[in-house]
């Protein structure tokens, strides 16, 4: 946190640190207090002597242990902090290690630059470093003090240089028009070029007496959405501007979406850093939907009208679908870390679904889009998605649903008679209550896990259920209902008694024994590397997944038939599965998976139906 002195108009201060600068080694002298007017090279005709003694005599700046202090020096970032850090009188003790990798923790700089940092003021660049020796240019310094006093410019496009990149125009503009700076020449501001110690002095005393916004802890607010300018929304009758983190929020093309949404900001000094939280209340049509689109993170959204569509956001948290939803709804190119929750009708408006249930047949579309688990509370819903979904979870007394996509898992919780449509690749479908499920749907269900003797299911003619599991105490032909006429669609049936003698399975027909199945927990192990894969390797146990986050090099073998996701990479090598006692079915790849082995692939596993879907082998498939 930072005091601010009577004097000081501002305290916010969000530096901006981009492009390559000009790396330079400059040995810095411990400095020493001493009054502007004692520097051996600071006279009073010197053109910036009164802003040095005044950051001088506020004990921002020092002079050097020979008696100057070098105006015309060229100022490196590790310094630049250093000021900024005492301008706003920040602490530089109590702060968090920002692990720049340049930057160790005795660094003469690490308590500027970690405040700095801390208060979302510097960034360092993509390698992890902050090159403290590099000199500052011109145009960060434009941008830095625009941002750090809110200088605005009236009219960006009066700017008389000729050289200036759009990218600094609008900070350099605010600059100019405030008196900040003139330019290197009348038709030149020379943005590439360094600032020396004693320009930033002059830099800093001319923003701070133009800048008008004074230090506030950051505050939470919740408002209605009413109109907005590309820079700066009015809340009840105060300005606050948009911090470039939120920009692509508030743009042109999303005001039809945001009309009458509900908000949820973090602000500070008057800028609104951070959007957490939107509700969306402007429906769209059947003809026209309304799109939402935005690169920005946020906590949650809640999509509370119809025909929206939600594109390429990032949710840390939950969205949810609300029930004024009654048509459709999409994700498109989204990341949602949470969970997508499709809520429930009430009671008043369930009855109307009743009697009118054309009009409440939503459709959840997810396309190029990551997720974490679906929690279906809404009645009659359909799901397509070209995504695999992690988990659709169908809760409460759901009687229909429709999917079309790959899921990993769908776990049933309803208690009703469900009836279950579309076309689908799930991994696992578990049956927890004594549901009727009725699977009329085509495609393929690796486990069909029954938990619940009472629960009762009957296929379509379109379904392969490679393994059903069926609780002990019951039989296949208590649990299938339409047995007889699926049996050729079931290629395994674990668990329960033979549905020819009603004893325990000891395997024969479609019955096997000592299935390769995944346990209900599956640990996932990610890896990155050969060594990592070694380890994850030895750890790992039947029905676990391996997943690649990039190709890897290595020769492996497989004696406990884990699962990989090779998540689109190449395995470098050959690989070999050696399960002699093994019978089952085995799953090489979870659903929707692909990737290559560039070796060979050997299976000695003679007694396990092995399924390689989405798995290319570039080498021999050799099966012994």
Known sequence: MSKWRKSKKSKYLKAITAMALTASAVVVVAPIASEANSFKDVHRTHPFYDDIKNLNDRGIINGFQDGTFKPEQNLTRGQAAKIIASVLELDTLNVSNPNFKDIPT???????????????????????????????????????????????????????????RADYKEAIAALYENNVTTGKTATLFDGSSNVTRGQMAAFITRSEAVGHPIFQPSQSVTFKVEEYAASEITINGKTYYFDDSVKSIFTTENKTALTGAEITATIKNGVITKVNNVVLNKAGSAEKEVVFKTNATLDSITINADAVIVKNVS?????????????????????????????????????????????????????????????????????????????????????????????????????????????????????????????????????????????????????????????????????????????????????????????????????????VIPPEKVIEFNVKNAEELKQALKQAKAGDLIKLMAPVTIDITLTDLVMFDLNGYTLNGNVTITAPTAKGRYTFMPAGSTGTISGDLIIDAPNVNISLDGLTVEGHTVIE
């Open 315 to 515: 949710i840390t948290g939950n969205a949810i679908i609300s029930s004024n939803v009654k048509a459709k709804v999409a994700f498109d190119g989204a990341t949602i870390t949470g969970d997508i929750i499709a809520e429930a009708i009430d009671g008043a408006k369930a009855s109307l679904e009743n009697k009118n249930a054309s009009q409440t047949t939503p459709v959840l579309t997810i396309k190029n889009s990551q997720t974490g688990k679906v929690h279906v509370k809404r009645n009659n819903i359909s799901i397509m998605s070209n995504s695999v979904i992690p988990e659709i979870i169908i809760t409460a007394t759901i009687s229909a649903i429709n999917i079309e996509g790959a899921v990993k898992k769908v776990t049933i919780e309803s208690t009703a008679k469900l009836k279950m449509t579309g076309n689908v690749n799930f991994e696992r479908l578990l049956l927890s209550t004594a549901v009727e499920l009725a699977l009329n749907v085509g495609g393929v269900v690796n486990y069909l896990s029954v938990l619940n003797a009472d629960a009762r299911i009957t296929i379509g003619s379109g379904l392969m259920i490679n393994t059903l599991s069926i609780p002990a105490g019951s039989t296949v032909t208590k649990i299938m209902t339409n047995y007889a006429a699926v049996a050729s669609q079931i290629r395994a049936v674990i668990g329960g008694s033979s549905p020819s003698t009603g004893v325990h399975n000891n395997g024969g027909g479609n019955v096997a024994p000592d299935p």
């Open 106 to 164: 005795t660094h003469q700089y690490f308590g500027a630059i970690a405040a700095l940092k801390q208060e979302g003021i510097i960034d360092g660049y993509e390698d992890g470093t902050f090159r403290q020796g590099d000199y500052i240019e011109r145009n960060h310094v434009a941008k830095i003090l625009a941002n750090a006093f809110h200088l605005k410019a009236s009219n960006t496009n009066s700017l008389p240089f000729t050289d200036v």
